[in-house]
């Protein structure tokens, strides 16, 4: 008989009940999240359309810039945030903020490439995204789900902001829930976080299907063998992962349904918070990087041009829920300690409010987020002007940013890959230096 050991019953108490009922789970979750070999996890929380932080992290209050929100305390002392985000207000010990962002990317595409990847867009290089790399360095080859999950993804502004890059197909993400609306549907989130196509067709048993992909898979290694392009290449990965998916009883994470329902409603019945329950079972299940996107209606609904208020006001009641969740479930679980959170967009808002009461793209002064494994919480790093506009104290670039993360997850940022050219690249440019007071 095998024996019962620790991650047994983290696996068994997490696959068949809720944390409400597991008083013996958290310790001992947490006690096997201290172990050297648990792997690390990242996930990143992307704000499409460039969210308006002066109104979220770094509000100014008395300032004709400031707007009519209020600032609340948190429960780190001095620290203060916006009123709409008191959850995560309640749990700031957990979170880093950093007020200190700037970058001169004030295009959607260009900034989402840049925050993606840690380059600019330009000449013949094809990088990686974040999500990608960390696949490839904290990944297994071996591993039933894929090491890349992006849940919701908004891929217009940049396509390539998603993609492997030089790295190559088997880095690619699988994307759930990519072609549903990104609004709150109460009741609907369920069908939006389905991936599609995942169980047989009706009347074709496993057997049969087995000998169908073996015999296309030898069709494919032929056709392959003659023409070494990326497209073949691409072509064979994407059926490869789709048939092991298939197959594996890993899929079942992809599944919300044996969820408490209680637990469904404190994440929020919406696709982002759903995201963030799925992205904790996915890292659960030992997948290395998820991204759960937040952008609203049509995908962008950070991108305040017009009534930036109520906007930012509806979308921090989402934000808040899912997220504060999110850190709730990974510490029962014992996986905050060795999982990475990412907060961020491509750029923030300009201080000053326009005719329409929105705010336009302004790379120069934001602000992103930093929470849990690795990360020294309870702190607001750096500071902007009294009005907003620039940045006052220890600027952090994009590069430093994604270079810290790195560094959280355990992974050297100068490591190099070859890119597409021949080239040598590192992880994140060779200038870029990790930000030491946000790591724990």
């Known amino acids: 008989m095998r024996p019962i050991d620790r991650r047994y019953f983290l696996r068994a108490g997490a696959l068949s009940v809720g944390t409400s009922m597991s008083g013996w789970l958290a310790p001992l979750a947490t006690a096997a999240a201290k172990e050297p070999a648990r792997k690390r996890a990242c996930i990143l929380l992307w704000m499409n359309g460039g969210p308006s932080t002066i109104d979220l992290w770094d509000l100014k209050p008395g300032h004709d810039n400031g707007g009519p929100f209020k600032e609340i305390g948190t429960a780190a002392p001095g620290v203060k945030i916006s009123e709409h985000l008191p959850k995560i207000a309640a749990r700031i010990k957990h979170v880093a903020l950093v007020r200190s962002m700037t970058s001169k990317e004030g295009d959607h595409g260009l900034a989402t490439y840049f925050a993606h990847t840690g380059y600019s867009s330009r000449g013949p290089i094809r990088y990686p995204s974040l999500g990608s790399v960390v696949a490839k360095e904290l990944g297994s080859d071996d591993a039933a789900l894929p090491n890349f999950v992006s849940v919701a993804p908004f891929r217009a502004f940049s396509p390539a902001a998603h993609e492997p890059g030089f790295l190559g197909p088997?880095?690619?993400?699988?994307?759930?829930?990519?072609?549903?609306?990104?609004?709150?549907?109460?009741?609907?989130?369920?069908?939006?976080?389905?991936?599609?196509?995942?169980?047989?067709?009706?009347?074709?048993?496993?057997?049969?299907?087995?000998?169908?992909?073996?015999?296309?898979?030898?069709?494919?290694?032929?056709?392959?063998?003659?023409?070494?392009?990326?497209?073949?290449?691409?072509?064979?990965?994407?059926?490869?992962?789709?048939?092991?998916?298939?197959?594996?009883?890993?899929?079942?994470?992809?599944?919300?349904?044996?969820?408490?329902?209680?637990?469904?409603?404190?994440?929020?019945?919406?696709?982002?918070?759903?995201?963030?329950?799925?992205?904790?079972?996915?890292?659960?299940?030992?997948?290395?990087?998820?991204?759960?996107?937040?952008?609203?209606?049509?995908?962008?609904?950070?991108?305040?041009?017009?009534?930036?208020?109520?906007?930012?006001?509806?979308?921090?009641?989402?934000?808040?829920?899912?997220?504060?969740?999110?850190?709730?479930?990974?510490?029962?679980?014992?996986?905050?300690?060795?999982?990475?959170?990412?907060?961020?967009?491509?750029?923030?808002?300009?201080?000053?409010?326009?005719?329409?009461?929105?705010?336009?793209?302004?790379?120069?002064?934001?602000?992103?987020?930093?929470?849990?494994?690795?990360?020294?919480?309870?702190?607001?790093?750096?500071?902007?002007?009294?009005?907003?506009?620039?940045?006052?104290?220890?600027?952090?670039?994009?590069?430093?940013?994604?270079?810290?993360?790195?560094?959280?997850l355990g992974i050297d940022p100068q490591t190099q890959n070859v890119s597409n050219t021949g080239r040598p690249i590192p992880i994140i440019d060779s200038a870029a230096k990790p930000v030491a007071e946000l790591l724990g």
């Open 170 to 408: 088997r880095y690619a993400p699988l994307a759930v829930g990519e072609s549903r609306p990104l609004a709150p549907q109460p009741g609907g989130a369920n069908q939006a976080m389905e991936v599609e196509d995942l169980a047989l067709p009706g009347g074709i048993a496993t057997d049969r299907f087995d000998a169908r992909w073996k015999l296309a898979a030898e069709l494919q290694h032929e056709f392959a063998a003659d023409r070494p392009d990326p497209a073949a290449k691409s072509h064979h990965t994407a059926y490869d992962r789709a048939a092991k998916l298939m197959r594996s009883a890993a899929a079942k994470a992809l599944k919300l349904d044996d969820e408490p329902a209680k637990l469904r409603d404190t994440y929020g019945r919406d696709v982002f918070g759903q995201g963030c329950l799925l992205a904790r079972r996915l890292v659960e299940s030992g997948v290395p990087f998820v991204e759960v996107a937040l952008g609203g209606a049509g995908g962008v609904g950070w991108d305040t041009h017009t009534d930036n208020f109520e906007r930012v006001k509806q979308l921090s009641q989402t934000l808040d829920a899912g997220w504060s969740a999110l850190l709730d479930d990974l510490k029962d679980r014992g996986l905050l300690d060795t999982t990475t959170i990412v907060w961020m967009g491509e750029f923030g808002r300009t201080p000053k409010i326009n005719g329409s009461k929105g705010r336009d793209h302004y790379p120069y002064a934001w602000s992103a987020a930093l929470a849990g494994g690795g990360i020294n919480g309870g702190q607001a790093f750096g500071k902007t002007s009294k009005d907003g506009t620039a940045v006052d104290e220890r600027p952090v670039t994009v590069p430093n940013f994604l270079a810290t993360v790195c560094k959280a």
